[in-house]
């Protein structure tokens, strides 16, 4: 069971911090990846973490901006949002995959496990 949290709304320029914490799992056996879905877009991939925390993947847009990170010994991983503008506007989901490989890290259904999304809302 994942479940994403954090959200909630900003101002543009601001930050947020949003995590993700499994139970039921060992979630350092577990790749896991943010993505969002913007009101009348496609799910799109965001960032992601290899398990062993030492790869990290970035969207295009969000490449500078966003981080994440995990710690396992909390079964959590994060996504810190610095610089947030109304395109980053979307309902974010945290994902985890056990047999993810590098080239799939951004490929929404290659992942096994989807929290139920946390709000993100930018106004400007």
């Known amino acids: 069971q994942l479940q994403a949290f954090g959200g909630g709304l900003v101002q543009a320029g601001d930050s947020l911090r949003l995590s993700c914490t499994a139970s039921g799992r060992t979630f350092s056996y577990y790749s896991v990846g943010w993505f969002r879905r913007a009101p009348g877009k496609e799910r799109e991939f965001v960032a992601a973490i290899k398990r062993n925390g030492g790869a990290t993947f970035y969207e295009g847009s969000v490449k500078g901006r966003f981080t994440i990170s995990r710690d396992n010994a909390k079964n959590t991983v994060y996504l810190q949002m610095n610089s947030l503008n109304s395109e980053d506007t979307a309902v974010y989901y945290c994902?985890?995959?056990?047999?993810?490989?590098?080239?799939?890290?951004?490929?929404?259904?290659?992942?096994?496990?989807w929290g139920q999304g946390t709000l993100v809302t930018v106004s400007s």
């Open positions: 994902a985890a995959g056990e047999r993810l490989i590098t080239s799939s890290m951004g490929n929404a259904p290659a992942y096994d496990y």
